[in-house]
């Protein structure tokens, strides 16, 4: 059942891809993996998937390992939840990138614990582009009508890429939930000329653009996600906790 829903997906993303004259294989599917277990994991590894997600720092000490010990080839690990200052240590040993470095406190966490560990880390900058209360991210939903919003993001960015240890890889937003995936597509637009902004600006690469979930991934290649986090169109519904 993973094996065909995986299949699935990657029809998806190639349609997605033909639509606009894209490679597929600029597009990299990340299997949102949090509150399944590491024998449905590997399913999904047996099934060609190699990038995972998971939310939760606690559930990843746990999984990850288990995983990794199971696997027969190398994964990569993809943080994609909201990180408090005090877990920050606990995401280096076992994340390979990290999606939501939502603040520039967060952002100096990272930046100390990699220089501790002489590592580099690589990071995805969350943006919440929909002005949305409940998300995450670096306030940018009047990033293009208001100078002052621009100005704040771009001082707090600056300040971010000059902070030793981390490579800002690119953005992440999180879209709303919309019962028609065409209503989140100014969402993701607006994500990927603020990429292309601070690019020019900062005179930067910013390669990655990771946005787009089980319910609008589409529509979010369609605009130029290069990862896409989906979840239950790969598991199902998620496994309730004890």
């Not at 600029?26 to 099934?47: F, N, Q, R």
């Not at 991210?137 to 707090?156: H, I, K, M, N, P």
């Not at 529509?219 to 130029?224: F, K, L, R, T, Y």
Request: hydrophobic share 45%.
């Amino acid at each position: 059942m993973i094996a065909d829903n995986i299949l699935q997906v990657r029809h998806n993303i190639a349609d997605a891809c033909a639509r606009t004259n894209r490679n597929p294989a600029d597009v990299t599917l990340i299997a949102v993996s949090k509150t399944h277990p590491a024998e449905i994991i590997l399913e999904a590894v047996a099934a060609g998937v190699q990038h995972f997600g998971e939310n939760r720092v606690e559930e990843a000490q746990i999984k990850i390992p288990a995983v990794n010990a199971q696997s027969p080839v190398p994964l990569t690990w993809h943080m994609i939840g909201h990180i408090q200052s005090r877990k920050a240590k606990d995401v280096l040993p076992l994340f390979d990138r990290v999606h939501s470095l939502d603040s520039l406190k967060l952002a100096g966490k990272f930046s100390s614990l990699a220089l501790e560990g002489d590592k580099k880390l690589d990071v995805l900058l969350e943006v919440n582009v929909s002005g949305e209360e409940s998300k995450d991210g670096f306030q940018a939903s009047d990033w293009t009508a208001s100078q002052g919003v621009r100005a704040a993001l771009w001082d707090e960015i600056g300040q971010i890429l000059k902070l030793p240890g981390l490579t800002v890889r690119g953005l992440m937003t999180m879209a709303p939930i919309a019962p028609d995936a065409e209503q989140v597509r100014p969402v993701f637009a607006s994500l990927a000329a603020l990429r292309a902004a601070l690019a020019e600006t900062f005179r930067i690469e910013l390669s990655d653009l990771s946005m787009g979930m089980t319910d609008d991934y589409p529509v979010a290649i369609e605009e130029g996600a290069t990862l896409v986090r989906v979840g239950r169109a790969i598991f199902g519904e998620r496994e309730m906790r004890a």
